[in-house]
């Protein structure tokens, strides 16, 4: 190996400079961010902080039947401080997504042991609360004990931890994450369909067409791309609804009869035309540059040697602008894939995705570790799916023009 | 190069030092509310009086509901929101996760009749962080133009497609359309949240919203159901009541409400934990829910007030004239059958429950 020289380290350096703000800007708000939320999934300290010394006492505790009174003792004692210093509602929050209906239980009791000044603390709590004679409330506190978990991460893909350690299924009426998963794959896999399909063409006219004619296509594509998205999705949303200017038309010409009018919008089938719609500039614009790069005269010899113009295009232009499909598609994919607002806003009760889910656990419920192994397992699959392209197609091949 | 023209300069250098100390000056708060002819409403009724009474100025910024923001500002211990107007589930849950400052209901002024604070709010209008504000309820409503013949009257109606066929919207949230389902479904008021506490109950509901499923519309904004009733988009639609009494009086739309088993729920105000400025936002609270502040809002908006002493006041709707009273959901007329919401319960079972309601939608 060459050992650089002064001045080749110096150059190096200063490259390093140069690249230092971007470098620096990167790890602050994407590295950082995201590293600190996939440790959310994982780290969870807030009940084990409020309630050590209870969780350490549940440790001996078999399983079966109440624990022991010094359980009983600790855990009073902890609540209160806990009511004292206003983390109880957090440790309450956690205990509750584990055993529905614990919520009010935990922060009741907390409240009302000030008033109880001494033991005996199991008759004590138990009067406060029937719950705290139920073995499955100390099974959600050691639960949500756990400083590591994988809870979220199970959850994330609708299975539960039993209270005798084993991994089970959730219930039939809870079991959804996996659904949605699935859903955004299909649903984000039939929108970079379809811009292939109606961006391919469009990339194809432009790249062609002369100078003066190419650039105001290109302002066509690229008008929709700087209008705001919230715009877009709403004039979907006057174009498609029932009462909205395409049933009109259709009524008018007596396509379908005024009660039999489509139902194209609240459902899949306005967020893939909203979505499609939305993220077709995507498509068109790594198309574009990589088929400005096809010389024309290609397609000529095709001809010239005797190939029919669809034997031109699959054997000659196809394989040229592969790098440029893949390119797009990726794009498509991996934004669809993350779609937030334009399903909140058209996709009504079937038209929800993974993300919207995320969205909820981060605004409403607040369960951060969710949401987090939620976008965790989505990141690993976005993950998996470019390396399977690597290996099927070779990102080498991925060409912006 | 020159960048700035060197006259500018002094003149950006004096405008920094006025913004540098200008915390003696008189100061800003930050206020957050809903947005929206319920924002305007705040606004006018005691945003701008307030800032005339005390000088001190007033950021509103809207949000959807929700700790979210609050919990990343007090986490961060970078607080700009002072004081947020909270559903009361939220104002609870942010008391105990210590995301609110606790408000002594003693430091409150009087009621309009001298009558003092503790005794002029009613029962459920104070919890330990939260100042109740004002009475608002999730009802039905239809267009008139739009269901010709006989008018739905009950919640059952609602659910009763042979009777009124066509579609419907909801808010895309299991609270309240569970209640709405036994309702319906003929369960006594009183028994309604003891039949959703049974796994039986809850069964029942959801197989009540699933007669209707496939003709519902679900929203999320609280401007959209007016939206959707004017277009014919839906034949009714759950709504917030005072959204649909603007689109009455102010657009005159053909609305109807129906208040048969409304769900009648109270608003909050609350003080984001930890600001710098908590002298000023416990001013506002104070100043904001008093009698006088509740009242003019009311007289903007059908929200009724919490204090016994405000609804006196309540006259008129300051634009459109029209007694307020007929209107206000708390109205004895109104609330005959009406339903309090039942935020414990709730808080305790969103978690399970919206997994659930999620699963069923996407059934």
Redesign the interface.
Known sequence: MKVPVAHERRAQLRALGLVAPLLIFIGVTFIAPLATMLTRSVHDPVVADALPETLALLEAWDGTGTPPEAVYAAAARELERAAAERTVGQVAGRVNRVQGGLRSVVTGTARDLGDIGQGPWREAMTAIDEAWADPATWHAIRTTGERFTARHYLNAVDLQRLPDGSVASQPEERRIYLRLFLRTLMVSGVITLLCLLLGYPIAHLIARAPPHRANLLLVLVLVPFWTSLLVRTTAWIVLLQTQGVLNDILVAMGLVSDDGRLAMVYNMTGTIVAMTHVLLPFMVLPLYSVMRGIPSTHMNAAASLGATPLQAFLRVYWPQSLPGVGAGALLVFILAIGYYITPALVGGSDGQLISNMIAYHMQTSLNWGLAAALGGVLLAGVLLLYALYDRLVGVERMGLG | MRLLPTSIVPALLAAVSVAACGSDAPQSITTVSWGGSYGRAVNEGANIPFTEATGIRIEVEDYN????QI?AQVDIGDIHWDVVDLEIADAV??????LLEPIDVNSLPPGADGTPAAEDFVAEGQTECGVGNLYWSTVYAYNDENIPGTKPATMADFFDLEAFPG?RGMR?VPQVNLEFALIADGVPLDQVYATLDTPEGLDRAFAVLETI?DE???W?AGAQPPQMLA???VIMSTAYNGRIFNAQVLENQPFVIVWDGQLLDVGQVGIVAGTPRLAEALEYVAFSTSAESMARIARRISYSPMRRSGMPLVTTHVVAGVEMEPHMPASPANSARALRYDW?WW??????????F?????R
């Open positions: 509901g929700g700790l979210a919990r849950r942010g008391c105990d996760e210590g579609r895309r499923k519902v519309i679900w999320e277009d014919g988009e414990s808080v305790d079972h969103q978690d399970e429950l919206n997994e659930r999620s699963a069923w939608l996407a």
